[in-house]
């Protein structure tokens, strides 16, 4: 009945892209972040800092900072994502099934969203420290018709999966689930929500299907330099409830991001780098 529904609800579609290679930008790497003003350097490392002003006494801010790793801790995992001769970070192939994908044994997390929320440029950024890697990025919706499989050496693997809704390939369903449910070395699956407009019903649907999964999952508000401050909390707060509310599998603290500006990063890169066990840290939780 769930992949009925699915199938119904997330429409089918085609689309081209372009590979194009990532030139380094300037604030790729934290050493360039010490530079800028103490409030911006704040937004940029933990972004939700700069919403917390905006908020109620009343409304508890504990979950929004549960993963609230030190400037030394980010340092360290970005790391990981410089690549060398004894650690390659690259493109290494695509499938189109669960049983297509590339058997590796390093931990691998995923990345699914809607067509159109930044899934490819959020991960673009990511591997903004290696521009040799091809991150195939469009303004066209719904471009990623296979699941991508990126190697970050030997420590983990980073798929970036079709999109849902708008455009979304016709086979998305036969696609993504059986590799939701059957992938053993996923260590977490990143769900991407628009922070612009917020939960969308395709969305709902997503969060229904990580639900069944019953494999923890996070979810990315992406786009959050698109739209107003208020439009931002009002959008935050509805998934904050829906999440504390209809959710089992869900961490409860939202990562919020902005691509172009790399508002929220550094951070993602920490929390890549903890859940995939490259990285203890010791105590992530803000003081």
Partial sequence: MFCLRLRL??????GVCAVTRQAVHKLASLQNVTSLPPMKMQSALYPFSGLEGYLAKSVDKTPFQLFHPSFKDMVEAEKLFYSSSSHRIDYCSSAERIDHAPALKQPEVCFIGRSNVGKSSLIKALFSLTPEVEVRVSKTPGHTKKMNFFKVGKSFTIVDMPGYGHRAPKDFVDMVEPYLYQRKNL???FL???????LQKADLIALEMCE????PYVVVVTKIDKCGTGTLLKNLMSLQNYTTTQ????FPQPFLISSPNFWGIYLLRCFIAHVTGCMMLKDTSQS
Avoid at 9 to 14: N, S
Avoid at 192 to 198: N, P, Y
Avoid at 247 to 250: P, Q
Wanted: with cysteine; glycine share 12%; proline share 4%.
């Fill in 9 to 14: 609800r997330l429409q089918p579609g085609t």
């Fill in 247 to 250: 959710t089992t599998s869900c």
């Fill in 212 to 215: 069944e999964t019953r494999c």
């Fill in 192 to 198: 991407l929500v628009d922070g612009s407009v917020g």
């Fill in 187 to 189: 260590m977490r699956t």
